[in-house]
């Protein structure tokens, strides 16, 4: 409080260059130094500080004299203030899952769907003995198009034109 408000029996202008705001002043300026501070470390190219002041007006019973026998009804202000910070800080990471050399197949086991490398029909080295290959021995089912694949006896296959649309 300064000398001037306290001779003046605390009288403070309402004004936000006034002591009564002093806290919130200091506050913000305390607010405005981290985020600069959090800005710098972490890279970051934009921010935003932001003051949000609630006035209330209640109404309030005050003594007139000293044995408090007296009272007179005044109007008491409140003012509740919230200062808020955020940092926008943009990051980017791109990448893909599957794409070529895979398909997405429904596991009867796990009643999900999993995805599964497409493998080469051509026969080698490593292949079983009966050079058997795809999903119907693994028990998966390519995707299914309708339906619950639970209640399928054969998998149904499914391949997307060039316009996306799906043919059954």
């Known amino acids: 409080m300064s000398k001037e408000n306290k001779e003046n029996n ?14 919130m002043k200091t506050n913000f300026n305390r607010m405005l130094t981290n985020m600069l501070k959090l800005m710098q470390s972490k890279e970051a190219e934009e921010g935003t500080i932001a003051v949000k002041l609630d006035v209330k007006l209640e109404s309030a019973t005050v003594p007139v004299d000293i044995e408090g026998k007296e009272t007179r009804t005044s109007t008491k202000p409140v003012f509740e203030y919230k200062i808020s910070v955020n940092v926008q800080q943009k ?6 899952c599957g794409g070529d050399g895979f398909e997405l197949v429904y596991d009867p086991k ?15 080295l490593f292949d ?11 028990g998966l089912y390519p995707f299914p198009a309708v339906g619950s694949p ?3 006896k054969k998998p149904i296959m499914i391949e997307a034109n060039v316009e ?3 043919n059954d």
């Open 10 to 23: 605390a009288l403070w202008e309402l004004s936000l260059d006034s002591d009564a705001f002093l806290l």
């Open 91 to 96: 990051g980017e990471n791109k990448g893909e």
């Open 110 to 124: 796990t009643e999900k769907y999993v995805l599964k490398r497409v493998e080469d029909p051509q026969t080698d």
């Open 128 to 138: 079983g003995e009966d050079g058997e290959i795809g999903d119907v021995d693994a």
């Open 150 to 152: 639970r209640q399928r």
């Open 164 to 166: 996306g649309a799906v």
